[in-house]
Every structure is written in C-alpha cells, then in structure tokens.
C-alpha cells in the first residue's frame, strides 16, 4: 500500500523516474488481495502519460488478479467506447455495474453511450441511477438535462 500510494505521490508530482521505481516495488511485494489494485493504478499512469494500449493491458491483468474489480471492468468499458466498439463497452459496463451498483461511474458512462447510440429511455434510467450515487456529478446533470430536451421535442 505505501508503494503504491508513494508511486501515486511521485506521478501526480512529475517524479516519473521514482513512480516506476514505487510501481515495480508495489508490484513486487502486492498480496493476492491488492494486487488488482496495483494493477489498476498503473493503468490509469498509462493514461495519464497516453500509453492507452498499456493502459488497456493493466486493466486486463487487473481482472486477472481480481475478476470483481467494477472500477477495471469500467475503465476498460471506456477504452473500448473509445474504439467504437458499442457491444464490447456495454458489456463491460453492465459487469460493473452488477458488480458494484453504488458506483456511480459505470451508470453514467454506460448512460452516455446509450445516448450516443440513439437509446434514449436507457440513458435516462442509467443517468438517474449515476445521480442516486452521486447527485453533484456536473457531467450525470448535464446529460439529465440534454435529456430532458430531447424528450421535450418528443
């Protein structure tokens, strides 16, 4: 744990030299339980620094150490979204959101892409299930009402 928050310390600070140096201990030494963790942390480094295929990877192998971990399910989610790939990002939003309903993440980036993708009464229910969990989300507010007009012109 304090390897990995170090690591986390020394990305957000530009220490990128000490955050791989952090990463490959936190790696090294992660039990079983917290490796999925590790795993997921060093994805979001690779997007930080646009190594999205990286990213894509970390993700994967956060699944393999963990195949309950909502948050990689999700991310993983919006990487495939960002391909275009529609089934694929449905898919793995629907797993984290049955994995961890409370997120509110999952609803509103599976809300977004039903709204992209023409499904209006998806994206309405999913995007009111994202403000149960977090009713200040500017982007979850923004889409309800985007939603509101389309359903006015109705």
């Given at each position: 744990?304090l390897?990995?928050?170090?690591?986390?310390?020394?990305?957000?600070?530009?220490?990128?030299?000490?955050?791989?140096?952090?990463?490959?201990?936190?790696?090294?030494?992660?039990?079983?339980?917290?490796?999925?963790?590790?795993?997921?942390?060093?994805?979001?480094?690779?997007?930080?620094?646009?190594?999205?295929?990286?990213?894509?990877?970390?993700?994967?192998l956060?699944?393999?150490?963990?195949?309950?971990?909502?948050?990689?399910?999700n991310?993983?989610?919006?990487?495939?979204?960002?391909?275009?790939?529609?089934?694929?990002?449905?898919?793995?939003?629907?797993?984290?959101?049955?994995?961890?309903?409370?997120?509110?993440?999952?609803?509103y980036?599976?809300?977004?892409?039903?709204?992209?993708?023409?499904?209006?009464?998806?994206?309405?229910?999913?995007?009111?299930?994202?403000?149960?969990?977090?009713?200040?989300?500017?982007?979850?507010?923004?889409?309800?009402?985007?939603?509101?007009?389309?359903?006015?012109?109705?």
């Open positions: 744990l390897c990995r928050n170090l690591g986390l310390c020394c990305f957000f600070a530009q220490q990128y030299d000490m955050t791989l140096t952090c990463f490959q201990r936190a790696l090294t030494i992660a039990e079983d339980e917290t490796l999925a963790e590790v795993w997921y942390n060093v994805g979001h480094l690779s997007l930080g620094i646009g190594d999205v295929n990286l990213a894509y990877q970390c993700f994967r956060s699944l393999t150490a963990n195949n309950d971990h909502a948050e990689s399910y991310n993983i989610g919006v990487l495939e979204m960002r391909k275009g790939h529609v089934d694929q990002a449905r898919a793995f939003f629907q797993t984290a959101a049955s994995l961890a309903p409370h997120m509110f993440e999952c609803h980036n599976y809300s977004t892409l039903a709204e992209k993708t023409g499904d209006l009464q998806t994206s309405y229910v999913l995007v009111q299930k994202s403000l149960t969990n977090f009713p200040q989300h500017a982007d979850s507010n923004d889409l309800l009402l985007q939603l509101g007009k389309h359903f006015q012109h109705l």
